[in-house]
């Protein structure tokens, strides 16, 4: 992560404040979470998907650590395409983004079924959680009350896969349309006696629509997001949309690590809107255990991981759950409880922000490679504030005309080498809200 500054700059994993004044560092970590009724021994879920298809993968996931998963999605078995995935790298970096267009089930429902009861009742502490996805209120009654004598501990509507089902009416096709989920969501909580998560998808203008109807028709939680529609990339032989059919593609669903923070806006959305008042599973390029308290801090309630599963492994589950513990511990916390939520009152719309807070770049000359990288965005893409003295590589910041955007530091290859200090200017806090009630919000005022 770059872009800190004093406020907010510390190294992840060393910053932030205590809560309450502090509990004491060394006490015993307590990673368990209940999400709308749902309990399990940590917060890491698998999500629905290729991970949960079957009660070998999810047994062994939770030999591996997970503490719940979300089986692939039950309804009537599909078929599916080949191929069906596709992926970007980016510099290096193998999976930035994932993108799929593979449905729900392609397995019998009994078969299904069977595998879903045999899971619980071999791991009845684990959170173990049925997506559904069927079309009529018959068909939900049918398949609620058949998946409910499985034992298993909820369901997840399924109201955000965007590709396949939408076109056959369910899937996103409900989930953007408010109306319609809040009537659905009300069979389920009709036909069911046990918890109701409703999975909300992305590809919308505001997420609190959906998720407010998912709280009218009665839902226990909601969990998002579901995959964002997407065209990944163009084969350039074969001018073919990647992944191919037979030399034709489709608009499929995108996820993986490039997503994260679309997914921690939605999140942070629901966090702050007071009238929204469900706990959150929250889901979206969770592949490290700072992703996963990024969730945690802004309110989350348990986490779901798919891109990351397939793309490591079911081990990837112990690197997340030792660095969370790890954390919590440096900082004295012993339950999550004690810090989920806490970064929702520093989150502000830009209207409420300082505009009188001021900080500048510093090089640290000692660190400096002399790549001159900074200065070439700064130059370029920023506001021309850092000089090259003549007889050394080190740049020079013109701190007294730098604007404090952080690019430099961003583009900086050497950790810690470009920091952000503030200035200190003696003026109280000041907002653009705060000019227009103030009536000073003029043209001097505009960005
Ligand atoms: C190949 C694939 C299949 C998926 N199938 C389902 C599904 O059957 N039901 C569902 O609710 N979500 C499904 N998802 C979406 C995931 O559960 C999850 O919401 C999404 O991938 C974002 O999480 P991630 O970034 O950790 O992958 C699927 C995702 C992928 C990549
Ligand atoms: S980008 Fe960083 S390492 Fe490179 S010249 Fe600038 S300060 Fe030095
Ligand atoms: S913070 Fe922005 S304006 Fe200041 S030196 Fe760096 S790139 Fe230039």
Wanted: hydrophobic share 35%; net charge negative.
């Amino acid at each position: 992560m770059r872009g800190g500054n004093p406020g907010n700059g510390a190294p992840r994993g060393n910053g932030g404040p205590r809560a309450n004044g502090g509990p004491r560092p060394g006490r015993p970590v307590d990673l368990s979470v209940e999400c709308g009724g749902i309990r399990s021994p940590n917060p890491f879920w698998l999500a629905s998907g290729p991970p949960t298809n079957t009660a070998g993968q999810v047994m062994r996931a939770f030999d591996m650590g997970w503490g719940g998963a979300v089986w692939k999605t039950l309804g009537d078995p599909i078929t599916n395409t080949a191929s069906r995935y596709g992926a970007i790298d980016y510099q290096g970096r193998n999976v930035a983004g994932f993108n799929n267009i593979e449905l729900i089930t392609d397995r019998p429902l009994e078969v299904n079924l069977r595998e879903i009861a045999e899971v619980k009742r071999r791991y009845p502490g684990h959170a173990l959680v049925a997506s559904l996805m069927v079309e009529t209120r018959d068909d939900w009654r049918d398949i609620i009350r058949r998946t409910e004598d499985t034992g298993c501990d909820g369901f997840e509507l399924n109201f955000g896969c965007p590709h396949g089902m939408c076109e056959r009416g369910m899937g996103s096709a409900v989930g953007q349309e408010p109306r319609l989920l809040e009537e659905i969501t009300g069979w389920a909580r009709e036909f069911a006696s046990i918890p109701v998560l409703v999975k909300l998808t992305p590809n919308i203008t505001d997420i609190l629509d959906p998720a407010m109807a998912a709280q009218r028709g009665g839902a226990h939680g909601v969990s998002l997001i579901n995959t964002i529609k997407s065209v990944i990339a163009i084969d350039h032989d074969t001018f073919s949309p990647i992944p191919s059919v037979a030399g034709q593609g489709t608009s499929g669903g995108y996820c993986g690590p490039a997503v994260k923070p679309i997914a921690l806006h939605m999140v942070t959305r629901l966090g702050k809107a007071e009238e929204f008042r469900l706990p959150v599973s929250a889901i979206g390029g969770i592949h490290t255990w700072e992703d996963a308290l990024d969730f945690l801090l802004m309110g989350a309630s348990s986490l779901q991981v798919c891109t990351a599963a397939m793309h490591y492994g079911f081990r990837i589950v112990q690197e997340m759950t030792r660095g969370l513990e790890e954390w919590m511990r440096e900082k004295g916390y012993s339950r999550i409880e004690e810090f989920r939520g806490r970064a929702l009152p520093n989150y502000e719309e830009w209207g409420d922000l300082d505009l009188n807070y001021r900080i500048v770049a510093e090089i640290d000359p000692v660190l400096c490679i002399g790549c001159q990288l900074c200065y070439a965005a700064c130059e370029d893409g920023a506001h021309q504030c850092i000089a090259l003295p003549a007889g050394t590589r080190v740049p020079r910041i013109k701190q007294d005309e730098c604007v404090g955007c952080n690019l430099c530091q961003i583009v900086c290859p050497v950790e810690g080498c470009i920091t952000m200090v503030e200035v200190e200017r003696g003026l109280p806090k000041e907002s653009w809200n705060d000019r227009v009630a103030a009536g000073t919000a003029g043209a001097g005022g505009r960005h």
